[in-house]
Nanobody
Framework: QVQLVESGGGLVQAGESLRLSCVAS????????MGWFRQAPGKERELVSA????????YYSDSVKGRFTISRDNAKNTVYLQMNSLTSEDTAVYSC?????????????WGQGTQVTVSS
């Protein structure tokens, strides 16, 4: 069982930055892969970035590559998503999720989500 709590969303202007945080709790976090998803109104949920809890196998979607950076702090059990050069296209609810690293392809555990709104 993994519990996830996101924070850091808000309202910013285009070109500004935000850092999202996802605090995870549970046993054996090292066996999980963490993902940041987003869903805008009327659009499908999109995986924007992912990282193994060990720090390897980083993924970025083409839409955020070069602007977003995912990282984790093992001591704080926290995964971050640093978002730079934000545009109105980044407006969405951002959610942190976790899936078993080996033998799992579905993200099973989800946070409550945090709203990111970028005004142009």
């Amino acid at each position: 069982q993994v519990q996830l709590v996101e924070s850091g969303g808000g309202l910013v202007q285009a070109g500004e930055s935000l850092r999202l945080s996802c605090v995870a709790s549970g046993r054996t976090l090292s066996t999980y892969r963490m993902g940041w998803f987003r869903q805008a109104p009327g659009k499908e949920r999109e995986l924007v970035s992912a990282i193994n809890w060990s720090g390897g196998s980083i993924y970025y979607s083409d839409s955020v590559k070069g602007r977003f950076t995912i990282s984790r702090d093992n001591a704080k059990n926290t995964v971050y998503l640093q978002m730079n050069s934000l545009t109105s296209e980044d407006t969405a609810v951002y959610s942190c999720a976790a899936r078993v690293l080996v033998g799992g392809s579905t993200y099973k555990y989800w946070g409550q989500g945090t709203q990111v709104t970028v005004s142009s």
